[in-house]
């Protein structure tokens, strides 16, 4: 084969460096964003914070320097996101738990408002026991022995973040050294004394046992107040939490010989009783937060949407490196002018970053204008083409404006994604949201005779007069989504 040199001319894109961070920004949360910068404000000098300008008025960008105007900024080279061909990112306890009792958490917090601290008037979580040292703090104050004490030490380190002890008391026996001759007996004792702490139901081994022991240390005068109800309680929790679970009462009323009233009663008092006593002692993850970058308000019959002042950092060039540059053009310093430009691009890219996102923002209320005036039943079907083709970017950039972004409305805060879902035909020929479909849904049910649940099959009957052609699968899809039990279970008396 003849070997040819061939001139040959093709188009292809080339992703510049301030292009790359263009795409990296604009896909960043809120707090994602403050840490790159962060980052960036550390390795560049001539890139800093500013709260306000010199005439107080707030800016993202301030340029203090004439030498550098705000021309120049916008000569590096510019981006194109409608060309842009970067792949679209991807966007337990029992139910007898969750249905019938109410876990609760420890979230304190303490507000410094020492006038002395540089009106600093951040929050601090306050410092609280774990579970683990409270039991142990009970115990010291305990009249026991030596060896006794020990001995339930050892079991409270078996006893997980919910409460209950984890291994059985034969596998903590084989845990022990055998010289110490610590028989059965002993166990079954020291788990008695953690039994007996506080909170109520502690050390327990299962939930049947939780519910037990809270009962058994109900005062006196609830107990006494309807012995038959509280004795059909401790009837249920010790052999039928299965039956309550599954909403068998006729299984029930059958088995214990009681009538829908006593039952009812019953219901009542199980719901008082915790089934995770180590909740209360349980830290909750701090630093999860959302952070809005997106207001919307209705002015003037419009929904219009604005951005978040708190989120857009305030960004400038130092006026100090600035001066050095002006009064030293001729000379070569590479250094500080390569930094010059990275802090310009930053300074753009971030103007670019949330001028895109309230673009798209803008476009979404557009065309959800009916959910902020009647909510999600008022969703429509959107994808994100059409918000593309409409402000005339690529489908990928959309897809990263509206992932991790969030907006306040007067409805609550929602992700961005939150407003673009599948439609459902309708007999018309028209499309119906499925937002819209899971809002009728939960409103059917929660409108639903309790005695007598609506089931799939009805649901689904009940769309169809409506208009709206759904599977039964799709309603069982959409119920499960919405957490929502099946019909048996939300059955009541």
């Known amino acids: 084969m003849k070997q040819s040199l061939q001139l040959k001319f093709s188009q292809n894109l080339a992703l510049t460096p301030q292009l ?5 920004l604009l896909q960043l949360s809120s707090q994602e964003l403050n840490q790159e910068l962060e980052t960036i404000l550390q390795e560049n000098p001539l890139l800093e914070r ?9 800016n993202i960008s301030e340029f203090v320097s004439e030498g550098f105007s705000r021309q120049e900024l916008t000569d590096s080279e510019s981006t194109t996101q409608k060309n842009e061909e970067i792949p679209t990112e991807s966007s337990s306890q029992d139910s007898l738990s969750e249905d019938y009792f109410g876990g609760s958490s420890s979230h304190r917090w303490e507000e410094n408002n020492n006038p002395d601290d540089d009106n600093d008037y951040t929050f601090q979580e306050a410092v609280a026991p774990t579970l683990r040292e409270h039991l142990i703090s009970q115990l010291k104050l305990m009249p026991l022995s030596e060896r006794d004490q020990t001995l339930s030490m050892f079991l409270v380190d078996a ?13 903590l026996e084989a845990l022990l050294p055998g010289e110490l001759e610590i028989d059965m007996l002993e166990l079954e004792t020291a788990l008695k004394h953690i039994q007996h702490l506080d909170p109520p ?34 009837q249920i929790a010790q052999h039928h939490l299965a039956s309550l679970a ?4 006729a299984k029930l009323k059958k088995t214990l010989h009681c ?35 997106i207001v919307v308000k209705k002015v003037r019959g419009h929904w219009l949407a604005s951005l978040n002042d708190e989120v857009v950092p305030k960004l400038r060039i130092n006026k100090l490196y600035v001066d050095i540059l002006k009064r ?14 990275e802090a310009k691009w930053m300074i753009k890219n971030i103007e670019q970053r949330f001028s895109t996102i309230l673009r798209v923002s803008q476009a979404i209320i557009d065309q959800q204008s009916k959910f902020f005036e009647h909510g999600e039943i008022a969703m429509r079907p959107l994808v994100l083409r059409e918000i593309a083709d409409e402000l005339n970017l690529h489908e990928s950039t959309v897809s990263r404006v509206t992932t991790r972004k969030y907006m306040l409305t007067p409805r609550g805060v929602y992700e961005l994604k939150y407003f673009f879902g599948s439609h459902v035909a309708t007999d018309t020929g028209g499309a119906c949201s499925a937002t819209a479909i899971r809002a009728l849904i939960k409103q059917m049910v ?13 649901l689904t009957e009940v769309l169809s007069k409506q208009g709206i052609v759904v599977a039964r699968r799709t309603i069982a899809k959409y119920r499960e989504s919405l957490n929502i039990p099946a019909a048996n279970l939300r059955k009541s008396l």
Do not use: W
């Open 50 to 58: 500013t709260d306000k300008n010199d005439d107080g008025s707030e």
């Open 446 to 458: 929660a409108e639903e005779n309790p005695k007598k649940p609506l089931s799939d099959n009805q």
């Open 328 to 341: 030293n053009r001729d000379s070569s310093n590479q250094y500080l002018n390569s930094q010059m430009q």
């Open 20 to 24: 790359q961070q263009s795409i990296r």
């Open 246 to 249: 599954s909403r068998d009462y």
């Open 201 to 234: 139901g502690v050390g327990a081994r299962d939930l049947s046992e939780c519910l037990m022991l809270q009962l058994q240390l109900l005062p006196k005068e609830i107990r006494d107040e309807n012995k038959n109800v509280f004795e059909l309680t401790l």
């Open 159 to 171: 006893v997980n973040e919910d409460g209950y002890l984890e291994q059985s008391l034969a596998e």
């Open 259 to 293: 009538d829908d009233e006593s039952l009812r009663l019953t219901q009542q008092m199980l719901k008082q009783l915790n089934p995770r006593p180590g909740s209360d002692f349980t830290k909750l993850a701090a630093g999860h937060y959302i952070q809005h970058e």
